[in-house]
Each structure stands twice: as structure tokens, then as C-alpha cells.
């Protein structure tokens, strides 16, 4: 899509459009579970699984060691 706008403040960023998609189909559907991300219960094994990757993949990203909580 070639006519999206660009932003270039401080603020949110313009989000490339594989992420943008990637997202549109886990609202809708979370992997196979044919439910929503939005629709699944916190404390579920689809919902702690996207948590727990988020928490990994932020430890490994910012290089946060073990003995420090990542909060959402």
C-alpha cells in the first residue's frame, strides 16, 4: 500500500504492514484456536503462551536478566 501516511513524531510509529496484517489475523483468530486474542481469558494457555513469548522475547531484545520482572 503505497499511500499510507508517514509519522514522524515522537509518538507512535508507522507499523509495517506484515506486522499490521499479523495482527489483524490474531484478533480475529488467535493460531488455530478460531477465537480471538481479545476473546481469550488471561489466564488461559493461548493467552499465557503469546505472554510468556512477549516476556522472552523482551528479556532477550533489551538484554533483561532473570532476577528482573518485565511488566505490561
Known amino acids: 500500500m503505497t499511500d499510507r501516511i508517514w509519522n514522524f513524531s515522537a509518538g507512535p510509529a ?3 504492514e506484515s ?3 499479523e495482527a489483524k489475523e490474531n484478533l480475529l483468530s ?3 484456536t478460531g477465537v480471538g ?6 489466564r488461559g494457555k493461548p493467552f499465557m503462551a503469546v505472554a ?3 516476556e522472552a522475547l523482551c528479556r532477550e531484545i533489551a538484554g533483561i536478566p ?3 520482572k518485565v511488566l505490561f
Open 19 to 21: 506486522v499490521l496484517q
Open 30 to 32: 488467535l493460531g488455530n
Open 52 to 54: 510468556a513469548e512477549a
Open 14 to 16: 508507522v507499523l509495517p
Open 37 to 42: 486474542i481479545c476473546e481469550h481469558s488471561h
Open 66 to 68: 532473570d532476577n528482573y
